[in-house]
């Protein structure tokens, strides 16, 4: 069996005939590390990924020219500026690859089209979006609740390799600490 439909089928049941008409809107793709899919300030074109390889993320530009990962993406994760898609403006985050990634890259517009005919899609879009915000729920209160160490260890818990897979800014950063701080917590687990 297709592994991509035996994971949509881990969110809600998709037939075959449904899973043909997914793919008919989707376009594989290999993008190299550093890769932009949207970037910030720009409204971003209607396409949404399904990750199935490597690590993407999140991150926004502040003045200082410090950048924040809002979100690191494994994985068989949905990723795309949806606010952006949906607003029709300019996406608040940039979307970027921190690894080769293998993707689905999805015609959300025909997506949606689909959702309004086709309830196994459109049950699919409400059981991501359920999951995007208990995500978001997830991270906000580990934010407020945990100290950087337990951040540090639930990350690596999520992505066991993640130190030998981007460097260390880019983890103390989805971390909302510093590379020192990150080094002091390392060295002090070693």
Do not use: H, W
């Not at 449904?18 to 809107?25: A, D, G, S």
């Amino acid at each position: 069996m297709n592994r991509n439909l035996e994971y949509l089928r881990t969110i809600t049941p998709i037939d075959d005939e449904t899973f043909v008409e997914l793919q008919k809107i989707s376009t594989f793709r290999l993008l190299e590390k550093n890769t932009a899919i949207a970037k910030e300030g720009e409204v971003p074109t209607k396409r949404i990924c399904l990750l199935l390889t490597g690590l993407m993320r999140a991150y926004i530009d502040a003045e200082s020219g410090k950048q924040y990962n809002k979100k690191i993406f494994t994985p068989m994760a949905f990723v795309g500026p949806l606010t952006g898609i949906i607003t029709n403006k300019p996406s608040k985050l940039t979307y970027e690859t921190l690894t080769e990634c293998k993707v689905f890259e999805i015609d959300f517009g025909k997506f949606m089209d689909l959702c309004k005919v086709n309830t196994q899609i459109a049950n699919l879009y409400i059981k991501v979006l359920e999951n995007v915000f208990m995500e978001y729920e997830r991270r906000s209160l580990e934010l407020m609740s945990m100290d950087a160490t337990q951040r540090y260890l639930k990350l690596r818990e999520r992505i066991p390799n993640i130190d030998d897979l981007i460097p260390q800014f880019q983890i103390a950063s989805f971390l909302n600490i510093t590379p020192v701080q990150l080094s002091r917590i390392r060295k002090k687990l070693n």
